[in-house]
């Protein structure tokens, strides 16, 4: 049985691998592609939907346990160059 975790975008469960890890450090959204980095994770499908959706919904102060505004700016580059180039998926 493979680890599930839940999307804070679009609240769709699905397997750890297919999702993306983000953690909080200094205020920015940082992906955690080797799921290494300390801290609380809020998981993510890697499409600009559900970013959108967590963004709007404010799930990523509340899944990672922060107060304040968090700079997106990391993560909506990296999810629009993945829309931008399939290939660069799993970089």
Not at 24 to 34: C, E, H, K
Not at 37 to 43: F, K
Not at 48 to 54: D, G, S, V
């Amino acid at each position: 049985m493979k680890p599930v975790r839940t999307c804070v975008g679009c609240r769709a469960r699905a397997e750890k691998s297919s999702l993306l890890r983000v953690v909080a450090q200094n205020s920015q959204l940082v992906v955690d592609d080797g799921a290494v980095l300390p801290g609380r994770g809020a998981y993510l499908h890697a499409t600009i939907h559900c970013l959108q959706n967590a963004v709007k919904r404010r799930a990523f102060g509340r899944a990672l346990r922060s107060e304040g505004q968090l700079d997106i700016s990391e993560l909506e580059t990296r999810l629009n160059a993945t829309v931008n180039n399939p290939e660069r998926a799993n970089d």
